[in-house]
Each structure stands twice: as C-alpha cells, then as structure tokens.
C-alpha cells in the first residue's frame, strides 16, 4: 500500500546538477521525516539529507553541504534533493525514505519507508 517513487536521476558530467523527487502515498499516517540516502558500489549505504515535517530543520552529510539542498512540499508528500556541483564521488544509487520519528536523522534504521533506488551517475 504504501509507495514511495522516486525520480531524476541520470547521467550527468562533473559539475552538473540534477534534481531528485520522491512521492509518497498510501501511508498509514503522515511521516514525520523525510531523507535521501545513498549507496555506491562496494560502500555501505550512507545518509545524505533529511528535513523534518513541521519545522523543516534540516541535515546533511559533510561532503555535500554547501552543493545539495533538501526541500519537502508537506500537501503532497513529495520531498526534493537538489544536486549541484556533481562530482564523481556522488556516483551511486539514491533512495528516499520516510519515517514516524522527529526528529529527521540520517540513521537509516529510523526510517520505515524506501524509495526503489535511482541511479545517479557523474562521470566525463
């Protein structure tokens, strides 16, 4: 019942930018916290942004501070990750997730909900 699509990812040079979108629905109540994980090839699967529902506090990965922004629209259960300066380094699968706790933690194990995986891919 519960569905969180994700899309945008891609190909894309160094020092390009791409824009993630993740869309829920059919949860059994409203998610408290929204985030963007990702795993790259032989890594464990690391928390990249979150933003919390209500005061929009937000979380980042000290490598992407400064080039991604994390944004939500509460009406819609859609939350965003825009990607700027893309750099080789953040070539990997990015999944979105939502959870029932507050406040938004890049710890994956508080998350109830997956995206299905989009690939990003940053190369010349």
């Known amino acids: 019942e519960v569905q969180l699509v994700e899309s945008g990812g891609g190909l894309v040079q160094p020092g390009g930018s791409l824009r993630l979108s993740c869309v829920g629905s059919?949860?059994?109540?409203?998610?408290?916290?929204t985030a963007w994980f990702r795993q790259a090839p032989g890594k464990e699967r690391e928390g990249v942004a979150c933003?919390?529902?209500?005061?929009?506090?937000?979380n980042y990965e000290d490598f992407v501070k400064g080039r991604f922004t994390i944004s939500k629209d509460d009406t819609e259960n859609t939350w965003y990750l825009q990607m700027n300066d893309l750099k080789p380094e953040d070539t990997a699968v990015y999944y979105c997730?939502?959870?029932?706790?507050?406040?938004?933690?890049?710890?994956?194990?508080?998350?109830?909900?997956w995206g299905q995986g989009t690939q990003v891919t940053v190369s010349s």
């Open positions: 059919g949860f059994p109540f409203e998610p408290y916290a």
């Open positions: 933003i919390s529902r209500g005061d929009g506090r937000t």
């Open positions: 997730a939502a959870g029932g706790l507050l406040p938004a933690t890049l710890t994956a194990h508080e998350y109830d909900y």
